[in-house]
């Protein structure tokens, strides 16, 4: 069993900036590969980031095109616990971010992760 747990969500204007934690309980970072995607109305659920380890080669992140440059994705192993700090937001980041967990053989394709939280609202007036 595993669980995922977002927060830190909220109403942020343009260019402000906003951190969310996914907290990991279970065997979720037993898994090599994590990441946060989200989803805004009427549209379909985007890739965002993710971060992937590995004893053999190290860890790497990947992110997508928009949010390079402006978003970063982390995690404490010793606390369980995934991060992604958003700065310089946009209205068109509004949308409700989740995270995922798994070992996703594409970690852009959100039908390759296992786990997923529930997601928590990003809003970003303009």
């Known amino acids: 069993q595993a669980q995922l747990v977002e927060s830190g969500g909220g109403l942020v204007q343009a260019g402000g900036s906003l951190r969310l934690s996914c907290a990991a309980s279970?065997?979720?970072?037993?898994?090599?590969?994590m990441g946060w995607f989200r989803q805004a109305p009427g549209k379909e659920r985007e890739f965002v980031a993710a971060i992937r380890w590995s004893g053999w080669s190290g860890t790497f992140t990947n992110y997508a095109d928009s949010v390079k440059g402006r978003f970063t994705i982390s995690r404490d192993s010793a606390k369980n616990t995934l991060y992604l700090q958003m700065n310089s937001l946009r209205p068109e980041d509004t949308a409700v971010y989740s995270c995922a967990a798994g070992q996703p053989g594409a970690v852009g394709s959100d039908l390759e992760y296992e786990y997923w939280g529930r997601g928590t609202q990003v809003t970003v007036s303009s």
């Open positions: 279970g065997r979720v970072f037993g898994h090599y590969a």
